[in-house]
């Protein structure tokens, strides 16, 4: 059964420093890894999907890696901003379709 | 263009009693999902249906009951409400299940069983 974990559960930073927010799964036979923003109490906003055949995927100040073969997952932000704070989510879909599996998130605030 | 739409935004029911949830996708795809987002629990996976099909399910009891209808618009059923049912449903859609395409989510339907 696929596991997904999120590390770490929470973060707090200045504005303006760059970070990293880590994903991994315990099974690599994945199609595909997204990351999603959700804000309180809100739905889920896309923000980046890595196929399985890719390393990385980027998207202005967002940047994703995966190596499939480790299970794991970072996504990197740039310059963080107040406006980033937000639960980040990562997500595995492990066959047709797109029944994806999420990890628990890491719910960030970044302080002016 | 519109992206996923769910109704209603919230929704309080009595125990015991049914709910219906809907979920209109994205123009142009076919497969809608529906996941819970119960306090505690993170997003599980509840459903999928496309081109009108249930194609499988998450580990939920069968009380929970959906379908989709001619036009990939989708209803979510819960019958007989439990007080553990209160939680975020959230509904997302994609292309036809060949592609391996991006899910988009809609903003969620806050239900609360009281």
């Known amino acids: 059964k696929q596991e997904v974990t999120q590390i770490p559960a929470a973060l707090s930073v200045p504005e303006g420093e760059n970070l990293v927010l880590n994903c991994s799964f315990t099974d690599s036979a994945i199609y595909n890894l997204q990351w999603f923003r959700q804000d309180p109490g809100k739905g889920l906003t896309s923000l980046l999907l890595i196929q399985s055949s890719q390393r990385e995927q980027t998207s202005g100040r967002l940047n994703a890696s995966l190596d499939k073969s480790s299970g794991r997952s970072t996504l990197y932000i740039a310059a963080s901003q107040p406006g980033d704070s937000a639960t980040y989510l990562c997500a595995v879909n492990i066959m047709a379709g797109n029944m994806l599996t999420f990890g628990g998130g890491t719910r960030l605030m970044v302080k002016p | 263009e519109a992206g996923v739409t769910q109704s209603p935004t919230h929704l309080i029911k009595t125990r015991g009693q049914q709910a219906t949830l809907r979920c209109s996708p994205i123009?142009?795809?076919?497969?809608v999902y529906w996941y819970q987002q119960a306090l505690g629990l993170g997003l599980q996976f509840l459903l999928w249906?496309?081109?009108?099909?249930?194609?499988n399910r998450g580990n939920f009891p069968p009380r929970f009951s959906g379908r989709q209808f001619p036009n990939y618009s989708s209803e979510l059923n819960v019958n007989a409400l439990e007080l553990e049912d209160s939680a975020l449903y959230l509904c997302?859609?994609?292309?036809?299940?060949?592609?391996?395409?991006?899910?988009?989510f809609g903003q969620g339907t806050r239900l609360t069983v009281v």
């Open positions: 123009s142009g795809h076919t497969s």
């Open positions: 997302a859609s994609s292309p036809t299940w060949g592609d391996i395409a991006e899910a988009f």
């Open positions: 249906y496309d081109e009108g099909e249930e194609r």
